[in-house]
């Protein structure tokens, strides 16, 4: 069975200082791992997705890597627009069509 | 170009009663999907719909059906509503059924008292 464990929780910064955020994955054979923004009330919005280990991609202050066990979202100099929920899920090569969800990490950014 | 949307934005309902979830997506994509998310526990796959005419069950069908209308529209229904199944759900499509990327909608939030 795909798991899925995002930690932290919950996480609080101050405007400008870096941190990770990380999801850790358990699939059979890894097809794809995406990371979701998730505001309020809303629903997520895709940001990113990683095929194989040692793939990176950007955009703006958001970097995800990707391993064989584990990816991570480094946010660089964070301002408070990117407060938001951030979820994690992977793509298992034996399920074509179904995602497998983290619970998310809840990141606030303080001014 | 609206994307994924769904009516209603909230809704109340009483033990028993029933009700149908609309989604509409106008990007031309041949999947669609349904998900329920509950505080700590990750969305969570209902029912997905590969292509016009085929619809499957996710993780957690029990007490939902569906029906993919056409190739823009694929609705829950809640037949019998329990306070279980109070969520918000969320739709979600793709262009095809191995596409890794799902365009969610804004999502319902479904009360059942």
């Known amino acids: 069975e795909d798991q899925v464990t995002q930690s932290p929780e919950a996480l609080r910064l101050q405007e400008g200082e870096s941190s990770s955020l990380n999801c850790s994955y358990t699939?059979?054979?890894?097809?794809?791992l995406f990371w979701y923004r998730q505001d309020p009330g809303k629903g997520p919005e895709f940001l990113f997705t990683?095929?194989?280990a040692g793939e990176e991609k950007e955009k703006e202050r958001l970097k995800a890597t990707l391993t064989k066990k584990e990816s991570f979202l480094h946010i660089t100099a964070p301002k408070p627009e990117d407060s938001a929920t951030y979820l994690c899920?992977?793509?298992?090569?034996?399920?074509?069509?179904?995602?497998?969800f983290g619970s998310g990490t809840q990141l606030t950014v303080l001014p | 170009n609206a994307g994924v949307t769904q009516t209603p934005k909230f809704q109340v309902l009483k033990t028993g009663q029933s009700m149908t979830l609309q989604c509409a997506q106008d990007?031309?994509?041949?999947?669609m999907y349904w998900y329920r998310q509950d505080p700590g526990m990750g969305l969570r796959l209902i029912y997905y719909?590969?292509?016009?005419?085929?619809?499957d069950k996710g993780e957690v069908p029990n007490g939902y059906n569906v029906s993919r209308l056409n190739k823009r529209e694929f609705s829950l229904r809640l037949e019998s509503a329990a306070p279980s199944q109070t969520s918000v759900y969320f739709c979600?499509?793709?262009?095809?059924?191995?596409?890794?990327?799902?365009?969610f909608g804004p999502g319902t939030r479904l009360l059942v008292l």
């Open positions: 979600a499509s793709s262009e095809v059924p191995s596409s890794q990327t799902q365009y």
């Open positions: 699939v059979s054979g890894l097809r794809g």
């Open positions: 990683l095929y194989s």
């Open positions: 899920a992977v793509q298992d090569t034996g399920s074509a069509r179904q995602l497998t």
């Open positions: 990007m031309n994509h041949n999947s």
């Open positions: 719909s590969a292509s016009e005419g085929t619809t």
